[in-house]
């Protein structure tokens, strides 16, 4: 990656730090200093794994993410939602119902972030059969891609050639749009998460690559915008007759290990 392309998601507020090294204690490519009293992140050396956050005692490191708002800058308007997501609420709460308040809050679209897991899983077992390289390393996680960019370079080669699923995800929603006629100037394509990693992986695509998201949207808050309505609603509030499944067991899957032959 390019350096005019870094982006990272981790930021630290600087009239809360009082550069107490518990930070620099835990990064894992010790990408943090202390400076005149405050914490300072390198951008060349963070992979963005959020330990940093974790281990702050004050809640001075935080993921920077976009103002809602942001979405309505685009007549299409398309969350990338993983299905842990739809975890969070109620098993009585329908997938539907969620999807439909979010519809309602302003996305025109909403696609699974794991909507095309089938796909990458497929070209994940016919890479593993067809190299000689061992041992392969997955790209599911940016973290560990960075991690191993910065700290053992020497493995770059067994990364995986494969995109994310959230990648793969937009790259697909952008193309189906593009086949129906929409414009992808109208088109705004925002990924919901709290993941400081995939931030940073996402929002340092150049804006002609086709995984290039508008956005993203912090998964607390939009969760706690979805329950607010949902918690107000009339029993008697009709939903709309959306297509189903929006999620499925493979998607649901995907994150868990020694599943689909891999």
Same mark, same amino acid.
């Given at each position: 990656?390019?350096?005019? +392309?870094?982006?990272h998601a981790?930021?630290?507020?600087? @009239?809360?730090?009082?550069?107490?090294?518990?930070c620099?204690?835990?990064?894992?490519?010790?990408?943090?200093r202390?400076?005149?009293?405050?914490a300072?992140?390198?951008?060349?050396?963070?992979?963005d794994?959020?330990?940093?956050?974790?281990?702050?005692?004050v809640?001075?490191?935080?993921?920077?993410?976009?103002?809602?708002?942001?979405?309505?800058d685009?007549?299409?308007? %398309?969350?990338?939602?993983p299905? %842990? /997501?739809?975890g +969070?609420?109620?098993?009585?709460?329908?997938?539907?119902?969620i999807?439909?308040v979010?519809?309602?809050?302003?996305?025109? !679209?909403v696609?699974?972030?794991?909507?095309? %897991?089938?796909?990458?899983?497929?070209?994940?077992?016919e !890479?593993?059969? @067809?190299?000689?390289?061992?041992? *392969?390393? $997955?790209?599911?996680?940016? $973290?560990?891609?960075?991690?191993? +960019?910065?700290k /053992?370079?020497? *493995?770059?080669?067994?990364?995986?050639?494969?995109?994310?699923?959230?990648?793969?995800?937009?790259?697909? %929603?952008?193309?189906?749009?593009?086949?129906q006629?929409?414009? $992808?100037?109208?088109v705004?394509? /925002?990924?919901?998460?709290?993941?400081? #990693?995939?931030?940073?992986?996402?929002? $340092?695509?150049?804006?002609?690559?086709? #995984?290039?998201v508008?956005?993203?949207?912090n998964?607390? /808050?939009?969760y706690?915008?979805?329950?607010?309505?949902?918690?107000?609603? #009339? @029993?008697?509030?009709?939903?709309?007759?959306?297509?189903?499944?929006?999620?499925?067991s493979?998607?649901?899957?995907?994150s868990?290990? #020694? *599943?689909?032959?891999?």
């Open positions: 990656m390019c350096k005019d +392309q870094l982006y981790l930021k630290v507020n600087e @009239s809360v730090c009082y550069g107490c090294t518990h620099m204690n835990v990064c894992p490519t010790q990408a943090i202390i400076k005149a009293g405050i300072d992140i390198n951008d060349q050396r963070c992979v794994c959020g330990e940093c956050l974790r281990a702050c005692p809640k001075a490191i935080y993921v920077e993410q976009d103002d809602f708002s942001k979405i309505f685009f007549d299409v308007r %398309v969350a990338v939602l299905s %842990v /997501f739809v +969070q609420f109620s098993k009585q709460i329908a997938e539907s119902e999807v439909d979010l519809k309602e809050l302003g996305f025109t !679209h696609v699974p972030a794991e909507a095309v %897991v089938d796909v990458i899983n497929d070209a994940m077992l !890479h593993h059969s @067809s190299t000689a390289e061992k041992p *392969l390393i $997955s790209s599911f996680c940016p $973290s560990i891609v960075r991690l191993v +960019q910065i /053992f370079p020497g *493995l770059v080669n067994n990364i995986m050639p494969l995109k994310s699923p959230a990648e793969a995800a937009v790259v697909y %929603v952008r193309n189906l749009l593009k086949e006629g929409v414009e $992808s100037a109208k705004g394509v /925002f990924y919901v998460t709290p993941c400081a #990693s995939k931030i940073a992986a996402l929002k $340092s695509q150049p804006s002609e690559d086709p #995984s290039f508008n956005g993203v949207i998964m607390n /808050f939009l706690n915008k979805v329950y607010h309505v949902l918690k107000n609603r #009339s @029993s008697d509030q009709s939903l709309e007759n959306h297509p189903r499944p929006y999620l499925f493979k998607g649901l899957e995907w868990l290990t #020694s *599943l689909f032959g891999y």
